[in-house]
C-alpha cells in the first residue's frame, strides 16, 4: 500500500504563490508517477500536472504551464507543487494521485483559495 498526505493550501491573494506538498510513504519503491489532480466546486476533477518518480519526466495541462512547477525529492518521498501568478478560478481541492499495480491512492486533499 501506499499513503499519500498533502499539505500546503491555504488562502492567497491574485498573483500570488502556494507551494504544495504531497508526502509518500508506503511501498514508495513501487511507484512509477505522481499526479496532482484539482476539483473546483461544480465542476470535474482535472489533471494538474505529474512527475515520474525516478527520472523526474514531467506533464503539465496547458493552461498550468509557466505558472505551475512539478518537482520531487526522492529522499523526502515528497512531490511539490509550487504555484505562481495564482488565480481565482484556481480555487480548488488539491489532490495528488498515484496508480500501483491498478490500485489507486489518493490523498485527503488540500483546499487552495484564491482571493481576487
Known amino acids: 500500500q501506499v499513503q499519500l498526505v498533502e499539505s500546503g493550501g491555504g488562502l492567497v491573494q491574485a498573483g500570488g504563490s502556494l507551494r504544495l506538498s504531497c508526502a509518500a510513504s508506503g511501498r514508495v519503491f513501487s511507484i512509477y508517477a505522481v499526479g496532482w489532480f484539482r476539483q473546483a466546486p461544480g465542476k470535474e476533477r482535472e489533471s494538474v500536472a505529474s512527475?515520474?518518480?525516478?527520472?523526474?519526466?514531467?506533464y503539465y495541462k496547458d493552461s498550468m504551464k509557466g505558472r505551475f512547477t512539478i518537482s520531487r525529492d526522492n529522499a523526502k518521498n515528497t512531490v511539490y507543487l509550487q504555484m505562481n501568478s495564482l488565480k481565482p478560478e484556481d480555487t480548488a481541492v488539491y489532490s495528488c494521485?498515484?496508480?500501483?499495480?491498478?490500485?489507486?491512492?489518493w490523498g485527503q486533499g488540500t483546499q487552495v483559495t484564491v482571493s481576487s
Open positions: 512527475i515520474t518518480w525516478s527520472g523526474g519526466n514531467t
Open positions: 494521485h498515484t496508480e500501483v499495480m491498478g490500485v489507486h491512492y
